[in-house]
């Protein structure tokens, strides 16, 4: 499982996408994981596997590994369950 709080924004939910005028299928989110390569892996491999494109970023800094990734919106609760707060 990978390390971190499994945290949505609401803005990942499809009610407020519409409110928002926001794309409902898809949106690049940003993902923060705590820097432990042997937790993260299931992790990185899941969003990799939904990711619709390349990670768009990402980045290491004090303890954490951050990632920014167009997904589907319908994959953010996946990840989010893997990370343990769905």
């Not at 596997?49 to 609760?77: K, M």
Request: aromatic share 4%.
């Amino acid at each position: 499982m990978g390390a971190g709080c499994g945290h949505q924004e609401p803005a990942a939910q499809p009610e407020t996408r519409a409110k928002l005028g926001l794309p409902e299928d898809q949106d690049s989110f940003a993902i923060q994981l705590v820097a432990d390569p042997e937790a993260n892996a299931e992790t990185l491999t899941l969003v990799e596997s939904l990711a619709t494109g390349p990670l768009r970023q990402q980045w290491e800094i004090l303890q954490y590994r951050n990632l920014v990734v167009t997904l589907p919106v319908e994959a953010v609760d996946m990840v989010a369950a893997l990370l343990g707060d769905a």
